[in-house]
Protein backbone atom coordinates (compact mmCIF):
# COMPACT_ATOMS: atom_id res chain seq x y z
CA UNK A 1 0.00 0.00 0.00
CA UNK A 2 2.42 3.05 -1.21
CA UNK A 3 6.02 3.45 1.04
CA UNK A 4 7.27 2.04 3.94
CA UNK A 5 10.47 3.46 5.83
CA UNK A 6 11.97 0.69 7.41
CA UNK A 7 12.03 1.24 11.45
CA UNK A 8 14.85 1.89 13.38
CA UNK A 9 16.52 0.19 16.40
CA UNK A 10 15.30 -3.27 14.58
CA UNK A 11 18.79 -4.31 15.53
CA UNK A 12 18.32 -3.83 18.85
CA UNK A 13 14.78 -5.26 19.40
CA UNK A 14 16.35 -8.65 17.68
CA UNK A 15 18.86 -8.40 20.64
CA UNK A 16 15.89 -8.04 23.42
CA UNK A 17 14.10 -11.17 21.96
CA UNK A 18 17.36 -13.53 21.74
CA UNK A 19 17.64 -12.60 25.63
CA UNK A 20 13.72 -12.73 26.24
CA UNK A 21 12.24 -15.39 24.07
CA UNK A 22 8.17 -15.52 23.53
CA UNK A 23 7.15 -18.44 25.31
CA UNK A 24 3.72 -19.85 26.73
CA UNK A 25 3.22 -19.40 30.74
CA UNK A 26 2.83 -22.56 32.98
CA UNK A 27 -0.94 -22.30 33.47
CA UNK A 28 -1.20 -22.29 29.70
CA UNK A 29 0.80 -24.99 28.76
CA UNK A 30 -1.12 -26.86 31.69
CA UNK A 31 -4.59 -26.02 30.17
CA UNK A 32 -3.67 -26.92 26.42
CA UNK A 33 -2.53 -30.20 27.81
CA UNK A 34 -5.67 -30.49 29.90
CA UNK A 35 -7.61 -29.44 26.94
CA UNK A 36 -6.47 -31.51 24.39
CA UNK A 37 -6.72 -34.61 26.96
CA UNK A 38 -10.79 -34.30 27.71
CA UNK A 39 -12.17 -31.77 24.70
CA UNK A 40 -13.16 -32.51 21.61
CA UNK A 41 -14.11 -30.26 18.76
CA UNK A 42 -14.16 -26.73 18.61
CA UNK A 43 -11.38 -24.35 16.82
CA UNK A 44 -8.00 -23.97 17.52
CA UNK A 45 -7.44 -20.02 17.98
CA UNK A 46 -4.60 -18.65 19.60
CA UNK A 47 -3.19 -20.30 22.78
CA UNK A 48 -4.72 -17.60 24.95
CA UNK A 49 -6.84 -18.36 28.17
CA UNK A 50 -8.92 -15.35 29.13
CA UNK A 51 -10.45 -15.64 32.85
CA UNK A 52 -12.06 -12.13 32.92
CA UNK A 53 -13.76 -9.59 30.26
CA UNK A 54 -14.83 -5.52 30.55
CA UNK A 55 -15.81 -3.60 27.33
CA UNK A 56 -12.97 -4.38 24.77
CA UNK A 57 -10.40 -5.37 27.31
CA UNK A 58 -9.76 -8.95 28.18
CA UNK A 59 -7.51 -10.99 31.03
CA UNK A 60 -6.30 -14.08 30.87
CA UNK A 61 -5.46 -16.07 33.82
CA UNK A 62 -1.51 -15.20 34.52
CA UNK A 63 -3.57 -11.52 34.58
CA UNK A 64 -2.32 -10.14 31.46
CA UNK A 65 -4.33 -7.54 29.91
CA UNK A 66 -5.43 -7.67 26.31
CA UNK A 67 -7.21 -5.60 23.63
CA UNK A 68 -10.12 -7.08 21.70
CA UNK A 69 -9.91 -6.89 18.25
CA UNK A 70 -12.23 -9.86 17.79
CA UNK A 71 -15.53 -8.76 19.94
CA UNK A 72 -15.42 -13.38 20.53
CA UNK A 73 -16.68 -13.77 16.56
CA UNK A 74 -19.32 -10.69 16.62
CA UNK A 75 -20.84 -11.87 19.91
CA UNK A 76 -20.36 -8.86 21.67
CA UNK A 77 -20.79 -6.17 19.74
CA UNK A 78 -22.07 -4.37 22.52
CA UNK A 79 -18.63 -4.71 24.75
CA UNK A 80 -18.09 -7.66 27.00
CA UNK A 81 -20.70 -7.15 29.89
CA UNK A 82 -22.25 -4.27 29.64
CA UNK A 83 -23.53 -2.68 32.52
CA UNK A 84 -27.38 -1.75 31.56
CA UNK A 85 -27.57 -5.71 29.95
CA UNK A 86 -26.05 -6.84 33.25
CA UNK A 87 -28.92 -4.84 35.43
CA UNK A 88 -31.73 -5.87 33.40
CA UNK A 89 -30.67 -9.63 32.90
CA UNK A 90 -29.88 -9.53 37.10
CA UNK A 91 -32.97 -8.43 37.19
CA UNK A 92 -35.20 -11.27 35.53
CA UNK A 93 -32.97 -13.73 37.82
CA UNK A 94 -35.08 -12.18 40.46
CA UNK A 95 -38.55 -12.87 38.59
CA UNK A 96 -37.67 -16.02 36.91
CA UNK A 97 -35.24 -17.70 34.59
CA UNK A 98 -36.71 -20.55 32.83
CA UNK A 99 -40.37 -20.15 31.50
CA UNK A 100 -40.21 -22.87 28.56
CA UNK A 101 -42.44 -24.86 25.79
CA UNK A 102 -43.82 -26.77 29.18
CA UNK A 103 -46.07 -23.59 29.31
CA UNK A 104 -46.59 -20.05 28.21
CA UNK A 105 -44.34 -17.15 29.18
CA UNK A 106 -46.23 -14.09 29.77
CA UNK A 107 -42.90 -12.04 28.12
CA UNK A 108 -43.12 -13.71 24.69
CA UNK A 109 -46.21 -12.46 22.82
CA UNK A 110 -45.48 -8.42 23.53
CA UNK A 111 -41.88 -9.42 22.39
CA UNK A 112 -42.37 -11.12 19.38
CA UNK A 113 -45.45 -8.49 18.43
CA UNK A 114 -41.95 -6.06 19.17
CA UNK A 115 -39.20 -8.04 17.34
CA UNK A 116 -42.06 -8.07 14.36
CA UNK A 117 -42.88 -4.46 13.99
CA UNK A 118 -39.08 -3.50 14.38
CA UNK A 119 -37.97 -5.74 11.38
CA UNK A 120 -41.64 -5.41 9.22
CA UNK A 121 -41.89 -9.06 9.23
CA UNK A 122 -45.48 -10.97 10.06
CA UNK A 123 -43.91 -14.07 12.78
CA UNK A 124 -41.05 -15.16 14.81
CA UNK A 125 -39.61 -17.92 16.15
CA UNK A 126 -36.56 -18.58 18.61
CA UNK A 127 -33.82 -21.09 18.65
CA UNK A 128 -30.64 -21.68 20.70
CA UNK A 129 -27.49 -21.05 18.58
CA UNK A 130 -27.26 -19.30 14.85
CA UNK A 131 -26.53 -23.04 13.27
CA UNK A 132 -30.14 -23.85 14.68
CA UNK A 133 -31.52 -20.67 12.99
CA UNK A 134 -29.96 -21.83 9.74
CA UNK A 135 -31.23 -25.18 10.05
CA UNK A 136 -35.20 -24.07 10.77
CA UNK A 137 -34.88 -21.04 8.34
CA UNK A 138 -33.99 -23.80 5.58
CA UNK A 139 -36.19 -26.34 7.34
CA UNK A 140 -38.95 -23.99 6.61
CA UNK A 141 -38.10 -23.34 2.96
CA UNK A 142 -38.41 -26.70 2.21
CA UNK A 143 -41.40 -26.66 3.09
CA UNK A 144 -42.62 -23.87 1.39
CA UNK A 145 -40.52 -24.93 -1.77
CA UNK A 146 -42.65 -28.19 -1.30
CA UNK A 147 -46.11 -27.09 -0.36
CA UNK A 148 -46.39 -24.05 -2.21
CA UNK A 149 -43.72 -24.55 -5.04
CA UNK A 150 -44.58 -28.46 -6.02
CA UNK A 151 -41.15 -29.59 -5.71
CA UNK A 152 -40.83 -33.27 -5.49
CA UNK A 153 -38.90 -33.86 -1.78
CA UNK A 154 -36.04 -35.81 -3.20
CA UNK A 155 -35.61 -32.92 -5.53
CA UNK A 156 -35.96 -29.74 -3.60
CA UNK A 157 -32.61 -28.35 -2.77
CA UNK A 158 -31.39 -24.97 -0.83
CA UNK A 159 -28.53 -23.37 -2.06
CA UNK A 160 -26.03 -21.65 -0.26
CA UNK A 161 -23.09 -19.14 -1.26
CA UNK A 162 -19.36 -20.00 -1.39
CA UNK A 163 -17.23 -18.94 1.98
CA UNK A 164 -20.78 -18.27 3.98
CA UNK A 165 -20.92 -19.90 7.15
CA UNK A 166 -23.74 -21.04 8.94
CA UNK A 167 -22.37 -23.67 11.21
CA UNK A 168 -21.62 -27.00 11.64
CA UNK A 169 -24.46 -28.78 12.09
CA UNK A 170 -25.57 -31.92 9.97
CA UNK A 171 -28.10 -30.03 8.15
CA UNK A 172 -26.43 -26.65 7.23
CA UNK A 173 -22.66 -28.00 6.77
CA UNK A 174 -22.99 -28.84 2.94
CA UNK A 175 -24.85 -24.64 2.41
CA UNK A 176 -20.39 -24.03 2.70
CA UNK A 177 -17.75 -25.13 1.22
CA UNK A 178 -16.36 -28.53 0.35
CA UNK A 179 -14.14 -29.73 3.09
CA UNK A 180 -12.39 -33.52 3.58
CA UNK A 181 -13.47 -32.85 7.09
CA UNK A 182 -17.46 -32.76 6.04
CA UNK A 183 -16.18 -35.54 3.76
CA UNK A 184 -15.22 -37.75 6.58
CA UNK A 185 -19.04 -37.59 8.29
CA UNK A 186 -20.52 -38.22 4.95
CA UNK A 187 -22.43 -34.84 4.62
CA UNK A 188 -21.62 -33.88 1.32
CA UNK A 189 -25.31 -33.50 0.48
CA UNK A 190 -26.80 -32.61 -3.41
CA UNK A 191 -29.57 -31.14 -1.83
CA UNK A 192 -28.13 -28.87 0.86
CA UNK A 193 -25.46 -27.02 -1.12
CA UNK A 194 -23.14 -24.22 -2.61
CA UNK A 195 -22.77 -25.64 -6.19
CA UNK A 196 -24.05 -25.99 -9.62
CA UNK A 197 -26.05 -29.84 -9.19
CA UNK A 198 -24.96 -30.51 -12.98
CA UNK A 199 -21.59 -28.94 -13.43
CA UNK A 200 -20.19 -28.79 -9.93
CA UNK A 201 -19.16 -25.46 -10.36
CA UNK A 202 -19.18 -23.84 -6.80
CA UNK A 203 -21.30 -21.04 -6.24
CA UNK A 204 -18.24 -18.49 -4.56
CA UNK A 205 -19.20 -15.89 -3.49
CA UNK A 206 -19.47 -12.69 -5.61
CA UNK A 207 -19.51 -14.79 -8.46
CA UNK A 208 -23.03 -13.75 -9.65
CA UNK A 209 -22.94 -15.29 -12.93
CA UNK A 210 -22.23 -18.88 -11.30
CA UNK A 211 -25.64 -18.33 -9.47
CA UNK A 212 -27.65 -17.14 -12.59
CA UNK A 213 -26.55 -19.76 -14.73
CA UNK A 214 -27.32 -21.99 -11.59
CA UNK A 215 -30.98 -20.74 -11.22
CA UNK A 216 -31.66 -20.43 -14.69
CA UNK A 217 -31.09 -23.96 -15.08
CA UNK A 218 -32.63 -25.66 -11.69
CA UNK A 219 -34.68 -23.18 -10.28
CA UNK A 220 -37.73 -25.31 -10.58
CA UNK A 221 -35.95 -27.77 -7.85
CA UNK A 222 -34.52 -24.86 -5.87
CA UNK A 223 -36.64 -23.40 -2.68
CA UNK A 224 -34.39 -21.16 -1.65
CA UNK A 225 -30.99 -19.80 -1.65
CA UNK A 226 -29.24 -18.54 2.23
CA UNK A 227 -26.44 -16.23 2.42
CA UNK A 228 -24.64 -13.84 4.45
CA UNK A 229 -24.51 -10.77 2.53
CA UNK A 230 -21.39 -9.19 3.93
CA UNK A 231 -18.25 -11.12 3.89
CA UNK A 232 -15.77 -8.61 4.39
CA UNK A 233 -13.66 -10.07 1.91
CA UNK A 234 -13.97 -8.17 -1.28
CA UNK A 235 -11.86 -4.67 -1.87
CA UNK A 236 -14.51 -2.55 -1.60
CA UNK A 237 -17.58 -2.98 0.13
CA UNK A 238 -19.91 -1.86 -2.76
CA UNK A 239 -18.95 -5.10 -4.87
CA UNK A 240 -20.16 -6.95 -1.74
CA UNK A 241 -23.31 -4.89 -2.09
CA UNK A 242 -23.92 -5.57 -5.81
CA UNK A 243 -23.38 -9.24 -5.20
CA UNK A 244 -25.80 -9.87 -2.67
CA UNK A 245 -28.29 -7.35 -4.20
CA UNK A 246 -27.83 -9.47 -7.57
CA UNK A 247 -28.23 -12.84 -5.79
CA UNK A 248 -31.30 -11.01 -4.12
CA UNK A 249 -32.85 -9.96 -7.56
CA UNK A 250 -32.05 -13.37 -9.46
CA UNK A 251 -34.33 -15.11 -6.55
CA UNK A 252 -37.55 -12.79 -6.99
CA UNK A 253 -36.74 -13.70 -10.98
CA UNK A 254 -37.64 -17.22 -9.97
CA UNK A 255 -39.42 -17.78 -7.23
CA UNK A 256 -37.15 -18.76 -4.69
CA UNK A 257 -37.25 -18.01 -1.52
CA UNK A 258 -34.01 -15.59 -0.09
CA UNK A 259 -32.39 -16.14 3.11
CA UNK A 260 -30.34 -13.91 5.05
CA UNK A 261 -28.06 -14.99 7.88
CA UNK A 262 -27.44 -12.06 9.90
CA UNK A 263 -26.08 -14.36 12.61
CA UNK A 264 -23.06 -12.76 12.62
CA UNK A 265 -23.49 -9.31 10.80
CA UNK A 266 -26.74 -7.93 12.16
CA UNK A 267 -27.01 -6.57 15.25
CA UNK A 268 -25.92 -3.37 14.23
CA UNK A 269 -21.63 -3.73 13.31
CA UNK A 270 -21.75 -2.86 9.93
CA UNK A 271 -23.48 0.87 10.40
CA UNK A 272 -26.84 -0.67 9.54
CA UNK A 273 -28.67 -2.80 12.58
CA UNK A 274 -28.91 -5.74 9.34
CA UNK A 275 -26.53 -5.77 6.88
CA UNK A 276 -28.52 -6.28 4.21
CA UNK A 277 -30.27 -2.54 4.96
CA UNK A 278 -27.04 -1.70 2.73
CA UNK A 279 -28.47 -3.12 -0.05
CA UNK A 280 -31.56 -0.80 -0.72
CA UNK A 281 -34.18 -0.54 1.15
CA UNK A 282 -36.88 -2.42 -1.61
CA UNK A 283 -34.73 -5.68 -0.51
CA UNK A 284 -36.47 -7.71 1.87
CA UNK A 285 -35.55 -10.86 2.31
CA UNK A 286 -38.20 -13.90 2.79
CA UNK A 287 -36.60 -15.30 5.68
CA UNK A 288 -33.98 -13.25 8.63
CA UNK A 289 -31.86 -15.38 10.97
CA UNK A 290 -29.96 -13.65 13.98
CA UNK A 291 -28.08 -13.90 16.96
CA UNK A 292 -25.18 -13.49 18.23
CA UNK A 293 -24.65 -9.82 19.29
CA UNK A 294 -28.60 -9.86 19.05
CA UNK A 295 -28.61 -10.23 22.90
CA UNK A 296 -25.23 -8.63 23.73
CA UNK A 297 -23.64 -11.80 24.41
CA UNK A 298 -24.94 -12.87 27.67
CA UNK A 299 -27.38 -15.47 26.56
CA UNK A 300 -27.47 -18.25 23.59
CA UNK A 301 -30.73 -17.46 21.82
CA UNK A 302 -31.36 -16.66 17.86
CA UNK A 303 -34.44 -15.84 15.93
CA UNK A 304 -35.93 -16.78 12.71
CA UNK A 305 -38.09 -14.14 11.25
CA UNK A 306 -39.98 -13.91 8.20
CA UNK A 307 -43.44 -13.47 6.24
CA UNK A 308 -46.73 -15.21 6.53
CA UNK A 309 -46.32 -17.00 3.39
CA UNK A 310 -43.44 -19.35 4.73
CA UNK A 311 -43.80 -19.04 7.97
CA UNK A 312 -48.05 -19.97 8.19
CA UNK A 313 -46.66 -23.27 7.44
CA UNK A 314 -44.61 -24.27 10.66
CA UNK A 315 -47.11 -26.03 12.80
CA UNK A 316 -46.88 -27.04 16.41
CA UNK A 317 -44.71 -29.95 17.72
CA UNK A 318 -42.36 -28.88 14.05
CA UNK A 319 -40.02 -26.41 15.59
CA UNK A 320 -39.08 -25.40 18.68
CA UNK A 321 -36.42 -25.10 21.59
CA UNK A 322 -36.08 -26.03 25.40
CA UNK A 323 -34.09 -22.87 26.01
CA UNK A 324 -35.79 -20.62 23.52
CA UNK A 325 -37.91 -17.50 24.35
CA UNK A 326 -36.98 -18.10 27.99
CA UNK A 327 -37.47 -14.67 30.01
CA UNK A 328 -33.40 -14.43 30.22
CA UNK A 329 -33.31 -14.53 26.84
CA UNK A 330 -35.99 -11.86 26.34
CA UNK A 331 -34.75 -9.72 28.91
CA UNK A 332 -31.03 -9.62 27.11
CA UNK A 333 -32.42 -9.32 23.64
CA UNK A 334 -34.57 -5.57 24.64
CA UNK A 335 -31.33 -4.62 26.46
CA UNK A 336 -28.98 -5.59 23.57
CA UNK A 337 -31.21 -3.88 21.37
CA UNK A 338 -31.89 -0.91 23.92
CA UNK A 339 -28.24 -0.05 23.97
CA UNK A 340 -27.68 -0.07 20.47
CA UNK A 341 -30.19 2.33 20.19
CA UNK A 342 -29.80 4.69 22.90
CA UNK A 343 -26.47 4.61 22.85
CA UNK A 344 -26.08 5.85 19.00
CA UNK A 345 -23.60 2.78 18.45
CA UNK A 346 -24.42 2.47 15.04
CA UNK A 347 -23.24 5.74 14.14
CA UNK A 348 -20.42 4.81 16.75
CA UNK A 349 -19.47 1.88 14.66
CA UNK A 350 -19.25 3.85 11.59
CA UNK A 351 -16.98 6.13 13.22
CA UNK A 352 -14.80 3.41 14.28
CA UNK A 353 -14.68 1.88 10.83
CA UNK A 354 -13.38 5.47 9.12
CA UNK A 355 -10.80 6.23 12.02
CA UNK A 356 -9.54 2.21 11.81
CA UNK A 357 -9.21 2.86 8.01
CA UNK A 358 -7.40 5.88 8.05
CA UNK A 359 -4.72 4.56 10.45
CA UNK A 360 -4.26 1.52 8.49
CA UNK A 361 -4.06 3.27 5.14
CA UNK A 362 -1.67 5.89 6.82
CA UNK A 363 0.49 2.98 7.84
CA UNK A 364 1.62 2.18 4.22
CA UNK A 365 3.00 -0.90 5.10
CA UNK A 366 4.64 -3.31 2.17
CA UNK A 367 2.96 -6.50 4.49
CA UNK A 368 -0.11 -4.92 4.04
CA UNK A 369 -2.16 -5.93 0.33
CA UNK A 370 -5.75 -4.07 1.45
CA UNK A 371 -8.36 -3.83 3.95
CA UNK A 372 -12.00 -4.36 3.86
CA UNK A 373 -13.88 -2.45 6.72
CA UNK A 374 -17.60 -1.60 6.98
CA UNK A 375 -18.52 0.13 10.09
CA UNK A 376 -17.05 -2.06 13.22
CA UNK A 377 -16.42 -5.02 11.47
CA UNK A 378 -12.97 -5.57 9.28
CA UNK A 379 -10.52 -7.91 6.99
CA UNK A 380 -6.90 -7.24 6.90
CA UNK A 381 -4.80 -9.12 4.24
CA UNK A 382 -1.51 -9.75 4.20
CA UNK A 383 1.05 -10.07 1.32
CA UNK A 384 2.94 -13.38 1.54
CA UNK A 385 2.62 -13.28 5.65
CA UNK A 386 0.41 -16.06 7.58
CA UNK A 387 -2.59 -14.46 9.51
CA UNK A 388 -1.53 -17.16 12.09
CA UNK A 389 1.91 -15.94 12.74
CA UNK A 390 1.06 -12.32 13.34
CA UNK A 391 -1.97 -13.44 15.13
CA UNK A 392 0.08 -14.96 17.38
CA UNK A 393 2.56 -12.66 17.91
CA UNK A 394 0.06 -9.98 18.62
CA UNK A 395 -1.23 -12.40 21.52
CA UNK A 396 2.23 -12.17 23.15
CA UNK A 397 2.04 -8.47 22.80
CA UNK A 398 -1.44 -8.01 24.50
CA UNK A 399 -3.68 -8.01 21.00
CA UNK A 400 -6.31 -10.57 20.57
CA UNK A 401 -7.62 -11.05 17.23
CA UNK A 402 -8.24 -14.04 14.87
CA UNK A 403 -5.79 -15.25 11.60
CA UNK A 404 -6.98 -16.04 8.43
CA UNK A 405 -5.33 -18.01 6.20
CA UNK A 406 -3.79 -14.89 4.43
CA UNK A 407 -4.44 -11.86 6.93
CA UNK A 408 -6.59 -11.47 9.85
CA UNK A 409 -10.16 -10.80 10.80
CA UNK A 410 -10.95 -8.00 12.62
CA UNK A 411 -14.13 -7.18 14.60
CA UNK A 412 -14.67 -4.00 16.92
CA UNK A 413 -17.06 -3.78 19.86
CA UNK A 414 -19.14 -0.41 19.05
CA UNK A 415 -18.57 0.73 22.20
CA UNK A 416 -14.97 0.57 22.22
CA UNK A 417 -12.68 4.00 22.92
CA UNK A 418 -10.87 5.59 20.78
CA UNK A 419 -7.64 5.30 22.71
CA UNK A 420 -8.31 1.41 22.97
CA UNK A 421 -8.37 1.57 18.89
CA UNK A 422 -5.33 3.31 18.62
CA UNK A 423 -2.98 1.09 21.18
CA UNK A 424 -4.27 -1.81 19.55
CA UNK A 425 -3.25 -0.64 15.77
CA UNK A 426 -0.34 0.59 16.79
CA UNK A 427 0.15 -3.40 18.62
CA UNK A 428 -0.66 -4.56 15.11
CA UNK A 429 1.42 -1.93 13.08
CA UNK A 430 4.82 -3.20 15.82
CA UNK A 431 4.04 -6.68 14.68
CA UNK A 432 4.17 -6.20 11.24
CA UNK A 433 7.05 -4.45 11.16
CA UNK A 434 9.05 -6.70 13.94
CA UNK A 435 7.76 -9.94 12.47
CA UNK A 436 10.65 -11.01 10.08
CA UNK A 437 12.71 -10.98 13.13
CA UNK A 438 10.93 -13.57 14.94
CA UNK A 439 12.78 -17.32 14.04
CA UNK A 440 9.41 -19.08 15.69
CA UNK A 441 6.27 -17.74 17.79
CA UNK A 442 4.71 -19.73 20.10
CA UNK A 443 1.27 -20.18 18.82
CA UNK A 444 1.97 -19.99 15.31
CA UNK A 445 1.77 -24.12 14.49
CA UNK A 446 -1.32 -24.70 14.21
CA UNK A 447 -3.21 -25.70 10.47
CA UNK A 448 -5.19 -22.75 9.76
CA UNK A 449 -5.78 -23.81 5.77
CA UNK A 450 -9.68 -23.51 5.10
CA UNK A 451 -10.44 -21.35 7.85
CA UNK A 452 -12.23 -18.76 5.61
CA UNK A 453 -14.89 -21.38 5.24
CA UNK A 454 -14.92 -22.22 9.62
CA UNK A 455 -15.47 -19.26 11.07
CA UNK A 456 -18.37 -18.72 13.45
Not at 392 to 418: E, Q, V, W, Y
Request: hydrophobic share 40%; charged share 25%.
Amino acid sequence: MGEYKENRGIDELATSTEKQPLELSQQTLALLQQERQYVAGGFEPVPVFFSRAKGSKLWDVDGKEYIDFIAMFSAVNQGHGHPYIVEKVRDQMDQSVLINLAGHNAMYPPFAEMMCKRFGYDKILCATSGTEAADTACKIARKWGIQRKRIQPESCKILGVGSSYHGLGSGVWGLMDPSRKRTEYGLDSRLVLNFNPSTGAPLKYLDLEAMRLCLQEHHDTVAAVIMECLHGTARTPEEEFAYARGVYDLCRQYNVLFIADEVRQGAGKTGKFLSFYHMGEDMKPDIVTMGKSITGGFYPQSYVLGNAEVMSLVGTFEIGSTYGFTPLAIAATRAAIEVIDNENLMSRAVELGKKWTAIVEGWKHPKVDYLFSLGADSNLFLHDLSGLRVAALCMHKGLFLHPRPNGLRISFAMTMTDAELEKGAAILKEVLDQIDNFVDIPGEKFDCRGLSGLQG
